[in-house]
C-alpha cells in the first residue's frame, strides 16, 4: 500500500500538469474568439459541444469516471465561452441595449396609476416613492394597470411582486413577460393589517370577513386560531373590502385592510397588528415603457427560458459566478403555452453600464431559448 504523502505527491504532480493543459486550453480559447470575430459567428455552438462530449464520453470506460469526465468539460467549455464573451466586448462586439440611462426619473406632470381604491397599499406604495403630494389614478386590475402603460395613457404603474410572509404575487411576474415595459423602481412597505369594522360593532358581531386573498394568507394563523368561526371571503384589494364593509353598513361584517381605511372610509378598528408575521412586508415595483435605468441603478431583473435538459440551469447560472455577481433571487413560473415547462426569473446586483453585467448578459441571451431584461432600477433597502 502507498504512503499517504506519496499519494499526495503524485496528485499536486497531476494537478499541475492539469492546470499548465488548463492555461493552454483558455490561450486556445482566445483564438476562436479571434477567429469568430473575423467570421462574424456567435460563441455557443450547441451542436459542436453536444458532439464533442459525446466523444469525450467515448473515451473513458469507467462509467462513474465517465460521468465526472463530461461534467468537467461542460465546465471548461463555459469557462471557454466566457473567455470568448470578454474578449469580443473588449473589441466592442457587443449588441447594444435597449436601455438608456438617465440621471434621475421624470416625474413631472406624470400620470401614475395602481391597482385598488383609496387607501390600497398600492396607493401607500405610490405614495412613498412618488411623495405624498403625487396625484394617481386607481384601476380595477393588475392588467388595466399594465394596459394603460402599453397604450401610453398613464407614465407609470405600481404593481406588488412579493410579500415576505405570502410569497409572489403570480399574475405580475406573468404580466411582466407579457407587456413590453421595464421596471425602473421599486418600493417595499411595511404591511399592518387592521380588522375593521363598521361603527359601533365589536369583535363577537363578526361572522364574515372580506379581504384580498393574500391578505387572508398573511393573517391566516389569527383567523384560524383566534376566530375560526369567521368565514373568509375574497375581493379585489384590501382597501376595497373596506370600502365594501362601509357600504354594506352591516356588522356581521368586516374588513382587513391597512388601517388608513378606518379613517377614509369611517370605520371601527376592530384589532390591530393582526398578520401573522411582524416583520410582514410587501414589494411593489414601479414599471414604465420608457426603457431607462438611472446611473446608480443597482438591481437587475430579468426572465428566460432554457431548454428541458439535463444541467442546462446550472451551466446558466454560472455566468453570474464567472462574471462575480450576486445573484438575490430565482424564481420559476409554468409556461402556459407548454405543460411541464418553466420561465425562470432572476435579480441580481448590478447596472447594465458594468463589464461584468453586459459579458452575464450576452452570455445568457446566446445560451437561452429566449430573454429578457425586465429592468435595472435602485433596490429599496426600506423594511
Known sequence: MKDLSEIRREIDDIDRQMVSLYEQRMQLAADVADYKIANHKNVYD?????????????????????QGVVELFEQIMSTSRKKQYRILAEHG??????????????????????????????????????????????VATWRDAMEAIQRKEADYAVLPLENSSAGIVAENYDLLVEYDVSIVGEQVIKINHALLGVK??????VSVVYSHPQALMQCASYLEQRHPQIERKAVKNTAAAARKVKEDGLVTQAAIAGRQN????NLEILDESIQDYALNATRFIVVSKEKTYLQSADKVSLCFEL????????RILSHFIFNGLNMTKIESRPRK??????????????????????????????????????GNYQACMDK
Open 46 to 66: 450547441k451542436a459542436r459541444e453536444q458532439d464533442k462530449l459525446r466523444v469525450i464520453g467515448e473515451m473513458v470506460s469507467d462509467p462513474f469516471a465517465k
Open 337 to 374: 403555452e407548454k405543460n411541464w415547462e418553466y420561465r425562470f426569473f432572476i435579480d441580481f446586483q448590478g447596472n447594465l453600464a458594468q463589464e461584468a453585467v453586459l459579458n452575464a448578459l450576452r452570455g445568457l441571451k446566446e445560451e437561452t431559448i429566449s430573454f429578457k431584461i425586465l
Open 307 to 314: 431548454p428541458n435538459e439535463t444541467g442546462s440551469l446550472y
Open 262 to 265: 378606518a379613517e377614509i372610509y
Open 93 to 138: 462586439m457587443m449588441e447594444p441595449l435597449e436601455y438608456t440611462c438617465v440621471e434621475q426619473l421624470d416625474y413631472n406632470d406624470k400620470k401614475i396609476v395602481y391597482q385598488g381604491v383609496e387607501g390600497a397599499y398600492s396607493q401607500m406604495a405610490m405614495k412613498a416613492f412618488f411623495g405624498e403630494d403625487c396625484q394617481g389614478e386607481a
Open 200 to 205: 359601533g360593532a365589536s369583535l363577537s358581531d
